[in-house]
């Protein structure tokens, strides 16, 4: 199917982005103005401009949406200034949102420090972050209004991005209630892979070893899909071949490989949103993950957490 074919049965679909999204805050400081201060003497860092932008499961809606997808994102966040930004960075992206306030919550945000001379990201990042695992009447809030909302979605996109051992707003409730959906759902996980049951998982080659470790003491794929019971498991490794692995067969497809990547963040969640979508209107895993290929390297050359556009992929499709 051609990329245009794609992109016009993804035009559409209705899509829940769920799990642990993130504010990110990109502030340009000049170093120039970086004067010592008069309280403790320690330079300043003259933070001259700001640009916010969703991340984590924000990401993954922002690309979905791009895309053509209408798209609902399910998350928690806190009663601060950060819930704030992050509900206007969705608004301007079209993507609805079902967003639980909790004042025992911090609005997950990274806050990256780019020199204005320089155009690099070179102090360390400030993150806002919650050091105790969520509440369980947050937990139970997300999985009561998952069940309000899976029923009406073609496509379910899981982002369970925290790597603490107590996890994120993905909880064994959630994951119980993701593999009875009828939908398609794709899961990205960082720290937990191997405790999704009966959906599709995708991960990069370090968080699949990591998971086939946990669970099985060494690194097997097929041994780690048959132990999630993954209709579909995929594996991407930069500039290497995705594997993807199902009951009957793996198979391999390279990635476009772009010789001077302006800012690979976010590309995972890129490929996945691509991937994902392709995959429900194809039913080919193949030509998922090639379209996933395509949209990532459209990202990954525009500087933070960027997007592909319809127009962009069928200009980067027709340079073939």
């Not at 306030?101 to 102090?123: C, H, M, V, W």
């Not at 132990?227 to 594997?243: E, N, R």
């Amino acid at each position: 199917m051609k990329t245009a074919d794609i992109l016009e049965r993804i035009a559409g679909l209705r899509v829940l982005v769920l799990g642990d999204v993130a504010l990110d805050r990109w502030c340009r400081y000049d170093p120039a103005i970086g004067e010592p201060s008069r309280e403790t003497g320690i330079n300043r860092i003259a933070v001259v401009s700001t640009e916010t932008t969703p991340g984590a499961a924000g990401t993954v809606a922002s690309n979905a949406a791009a895309l053509g997808a209408r798209v609902t994102l399910l998350s928690a966040v806190g009663l601060d200034g950060h819930g704030f930004e992050l509900r206007k960075a969705l608004a301007v992206r079209g993507i609805s949102t079902e967003l639980i306030e909790s004042p025992d919550l911090a609005t997950f945000t990274y806050t990256k420090l780019i020199n204005i001379e320089t155009g690099r990201e070179d102090q360390p990042r400030i993150d806002f972050v919650n050091a105790q695992p969520p509440p369980a009447q947050v937990l139970s809030a997300m999985v009561a209004r998952f069940h309000e909302l899976a029923a009406n979605a073609d496509v379910i996109l899981v982002s369970d991005q925290v790597e603490t051992r107590e996890g994120g707003l993905v909880g064994a409730d959630l994951r119980e209630a993701l593999r009875q959906a009828h939908s398609l759902v794709w899961v990205d996980s960082r720290a937990r892979a191997e405790q999704f049951r009966g959906v599709i998982i995708k991960g990069n080659r370090d968080e699949m070893e990591a998971a086939s470790v946990r669970a099985l003491g060494h690194f097997n794929l097929q041994a780690l899909r048959e132990h999630t019971s993954a209709p579909l498991l995929i594996m991407t490794a930069g500039d290497a071949d995705t594997v993807l692995v199902t009951s009957a067969e793996s198979a391999r497809v390279a990635p476009r490989r772009i010789a001077n990547p302006v800012d690979i963040c976010g590309a995972g969640d890129s490929f996945s949103a691509g991937a994902a979508l392709a995959l429900r209107v194809t039913g080919d895993p193949i030509a998922a993950a090639q379209f996933g290929h395509l949209v990532a390297s459209i990202t990954v050359m525009k500087q933070g957490t960027g997007t592909a556009s319809r127009a962009e992929l069928l200009a980067a499709r027709m340079l073939d």
